[in-house]
């Protein structure tokens, strides 16, 4: 195949933005993914995503940046989450449903009666090859900030997901560390939204992580493989997408599941074939050691 043909989407500014924006944001949910994962927050995540919609619109309509409006709203479906958990008997995956499911359809609704000279369903399923350079600055900002702020605070983060009662007995304060993990959510579904849209914004926060947590043990390693494996899908699946004429943000997060299905099936121990062959290793030893 003609190399000059290999390399004609960086010919082209709108596919560099939409490289940049996905690889950036495809980094911060990877390494937020490691938490959530530990943590159990993957359908928290999915809330917070979805949530963000009415929030979108609305800053929208007020004429008011995307990302305050997301940001905004993000804070406030976990605010009703908890709210809703803490006051009443419902239990908490029934208060993520409830809360999320009813904000994304607000959303949903503000999207159908706002007139609107955007495709505000963009919002919903992604369009990261029509960032423009103040999305891509925003984008870049929102993740730093939240870059920063996990590998900053990645030891008390991993100290609350393993054992948070021996965090509280040694002095740390759980609800601060979960507000910052929560925010840090929050905020990284917002940057996300450019990528894959609120749908799909979930498998970002969650498919890294579960594939990292197939191929190894120890979290630090777990905090290189995961933001890898998501930046490198992100990259694939924005370049078979130019080549491909498919939705950018789908054949990403396809990427990331075939990524996913491999490290299901061959992960040397925690995949399903590697068990099977770590079964069997014991008895071939005895077998030898018997004859």
Same mark, same amino acid.
């Given at each position: 195949?003609? *190399?000059?043909l290999?390399?004609?989407?960086?010919?082209?500014?709108?596919m560099?933005?939409?490289?940049?924006?996905?690889?950036?944001?495809?980094i911060?949910c990877?390494?937020?993914?490691?938490?959530?994962?530990?943590?159990?927050?993957?359908?928290l995540?999915?809330?917070?995503?979805?949530?963000?919609?009415?929030?979108v619109?609305?800053?929208?309509?007020?004429?008011?940046?995307?990302?305050?409006?997301a940001?905004?709203?993000?804070?406030?479906a976990?605010?009703?989450?908890?709210?809703?958990?803490?006051?009443?008997?419902?239990?908490?995956?029934a208060?993520?449903?409830?809360?999320?499911?009813?904000?994304?359809?607000?959303?949903?609704?503000?999207?159908?009666v706002?007139?609107?000279?955007?495709?505000?369903?963009?919002?919903?399923?992604?369009?990261?090859?029509?960032?423009?350079?103040?999305?891509?600055?925003?984008v870049?900002?929102?993740?730093a900030?939240?870059?920063v702020?996990?590998?900053?605070?990645?030891r008390?983060?991993t100290?609350?997901?393993?054992?948070p009662?021996?965090?509280?007995?040694?002095?740390?304060?759980?609800?601060?560390?979960s507000?910052?993990?929560?925010?840090?959510?929050?905020?990284?579904?917002?940057?996300?939204?450019?990528?894959?849209?609120?749908?799909?914004?979930?498998?970002?926060?969650?498919?890294?992580?579960?594939?990292?947590?197939?191929?190894?043990?120890?979290?630090g390693?777990?905090?290189?493989?995961? *933001?890898?494996?998501?930046?490198?899908?992100?990259?694939?699946?924005?370049?078979i997408?130019?080549?491909a004429?498919?939705?950018?943000?789908?054949?990403?997060?396809?990427?990331?599941?075939?990524?996913?299905?491999?490290?299901?099936?061959?992960?040397p121990?925690?995949?399903?074939?590697?068990?099977?062959?770590?079964?069997?290793?014991?008895?071939?030893?005895?077998?030898?050691?018997?004859?």
């Amino acid at each position: 195949m003609d *190399p000059a043909l290999l390399l004609e989407p960086f010919r082209y500014g709108f596919m560099v933005r939409a490289f940049t924006v996905a690889v950036v944001t495809a980094i911060v949910c990877g390494l937020l993914s490691c938490w959530l994962v530990l943590v159990g927050w993957s359908l928290l995540g999915d809330a917070v995503s979805h949530a963000v919609l009415p929030g979108v619109v609305l800053a929208y309509i007020a004429g008011a940046p995307f990302a305050l409006g997301a940001l905004v709203f993000g804070i406030v479906a976990v605010a009703l989450i908890g709210a809703v958990r803490d006051t009443s008997r419902i239990k908490e995956d029934a208060a993520i449903g409830i809360v999320f499911t009813t904000l994304f359809a607000l959303g949903l609704v503000l999207v159908s009666v706002t007139p609107s000279q955007i495709d505000l369903g963009h919002i919903v399923f992604g369009n990261v090859l029509g960032v423009s350079t103040s999305d891509l600055v925003q984008v870049l900002v929102l993740s730093a900030i939240v870059f920063v702020v996990l590998v900053a605070g990645r030891r008390a983060f991993t100290l609350f997901a393993f054992d948070p009662a021996h965090a509280h007995a040694i002095g740390m304060r759980p609800r601060v560390i979960s507000a910052v993990l929560l925010a840090s959510l929050a905020v990284t579904a917002v940057a996300a939204l450019q990528s894959v849209g609120v749908v799909l914004v979930v498998a970002m926060l969650v498919i890294p992580g579960a594939t990292a947590h197939l191929w190894t043990d120890r979290f630090g390693r777990m905090m290189i493989v995961a *933001p890898t494996v998501s930046a490198l899908s992100a990259a694939v699946g924005v370049y078979i997408s130019y080549f491909a004429d498919t939705a950018s943000g789908a054949t990403i997060v396809l990427v990331l599941g075939g990524v996913f299905a491999v490290s299901y099936l061959f992960a040397p121990r925690h995949g399903l074939l590697g068990r099977v062959t770590h079964r069997r290793r014991p008895g071939r030893a005895q077998r030898a050691a018997a004859t």
